[in-house]
């Protein structure tokens, strides 16, 4: 399944923003907090305090929100593509009193605009999936901005392993998941992309082998949520 074209994918979810928090906490159960807060503390606890971390394809901030209310000293980067949810990011960034704390940039993750060797450490939070045409420059530009010894950490929703739950899991994604979405959005057809995104995705061990390809000399993947999601580690 070819994934769709970046504009495609900018205009989905530039659809999505408003009300996309919602629709995320509905999704998952309300887990989806506890699955940033897990990616959070394993990015921090692989890194200095005080230290400067790129926030990858930040959409509305929950991620680079958890990261600086978790760690007082860092800075954040956060970068989207797409201005309607980085206005959202903001809005909530300053309500917690972190505006000072987290620098947005409207930009594409595939190219992105910093020197080689500029971050501490990358996070990235529900987006692979949404790169799957362009990972690999995806992730060599994420190895080119990380410092030497720099940890990635990407929290992304994933298949789960046996026969039981993959068969829950797909009537989920089919059926469920477009209701929900007609129910917050009055439409379905965005909701069928974020299905058909996460059925279409790599495996867990086909996007390790991605990181090492693209410069990370090691790679770990720990699931969550019963394997409905997952968090990968890259160490440069």
């Known amino acids: 399944m070819d994934a769709p074209v970046p504009a495609d994918i900018r205009g989905t979810f530039s659809f999505l923003a408003g009300r996309y928090d919602l629709f995320n906490a509905l999704a998952s159960i309300g887990m989806d907090g506890s699955w940033r807060k897990k990616a959070a503390g394993l990015a921090i606890s692989a890194m200095k305090p ?3 971390v790129l926030d990858l394809c930040a959409g509305t901030g929950d991620l680079a929100i958890e990261v600086a209310s978790l760690d007082r000293h860092s ?3 956060a970068l989207d593509f797409c201005p309607e949810m980085v206005e959202i990011g903001k809005r909530k960034a300053r309500a917690k009193g972190l505006e000072g704390r987290i620098r947005w940039t409207v930009a594409d993750a595939s190219d992105m605009p910093y020197a080689g060797g500029a971050f501490d450490a990358i996070t990235c939070g529900f987006a692979l999936r949404n790169m ?3 990972l690999d ?3 060599a530009e994420s190895c080119r901005v990380l410092k030497d010894g720099g940890v990635m950490v990407a929290l ?3 298949r ?4 039981a739950r993959k068969i829950l899991h797909g009537i989920y994604l089919k059926c469920a998941l477009p209701v929900i979405g007609f129910i917050i959005y009055g439409r379905t057809s965005p909701f069928k992309y974020l299905g058909d995104s996460i059925s279409g995705f790599y495996t867990a061990e086909e996007v390790k082998m991605k990181f090492l390809k693209a410069g ?3 790679c770990g ?7 409905a999601a997952g968090i990968y580690t890259a160490v440069k």
């Open 216 to 218: 990370f000399r090691e």
């Open 50 to 52: 005080g230290s400067y």
């Open 156 to 158: 992304d929703l994933t």
């Open 160 to 163: 789960p392993d046996g026969r």
């Open 137 to 139: 420059k995806v992730f």
């Open 75 to 77: 800075r954040i980067e």
């Open 221 to 227: 993947f720990k699931p969550v949520g019963l394997g």
């Open 132 to 134: 799957r045409k362009d």
